[in-house]
């Protein structure tokens, strides 16, 4: 059984850090691209930061230097470290497992509020 669970969400004041970290189990973790999503109120889901198998970074224009992805294979787990956090990052912070065969694996979502 494949689980994705994520860690580190919160309530922070604007200009902050967070860091947010997902655990795998159930999948060969060092061959999925891994990836955060987010979703506001009443928007859609949207990628925020990948990280393919061979290391590969890219990010959403709005988090362009702020947030910083990573992934540790042998302990199964990806992390997002955000800095500089703005009222406008709240959103639940999913994680996300991609395949090679398009296998698609969420995790449950983590609360992060910006705010003073």
């Known amino acids: 059984q494949v689980q994705l669970v994520e860690s580190g969400g919160g309530l922070v004041q604007p200009g902050g850090s967070l860091r947010l970290s997902c655990a795998a189990s159930g999948i060969v973790f060092s061959i999925y691209t891994m990836g955060w999503y987010r979703q506001a109120p009443g928007k859609q889901r949207e990628l925020v930061a990948a990280?393919?198998?061979?290391?590969?970074?890219n990010y959403a224009d709005s988090v362009k230097g702020r947030f910083t992805i990573s992934r540790v294979n042998t302990k199964s787990a990806v992390y997002l470290q955000m800095n500089s956090l703005k009222p406008e990052d709240t959103a639940v912070y999913y994680c996300?497992?991609?395949?090679?065969?398009?296998?698609?694996?969420w995790g449950q979502g983590t609360q992060v509020t910006v705010s003073s």
């Open positions: 996300n497992a991609l395949g090679s065969s398009r296998q698609d694996y």
């Open positions: 990280m393919t198998s061979r290391g590969s970074r």
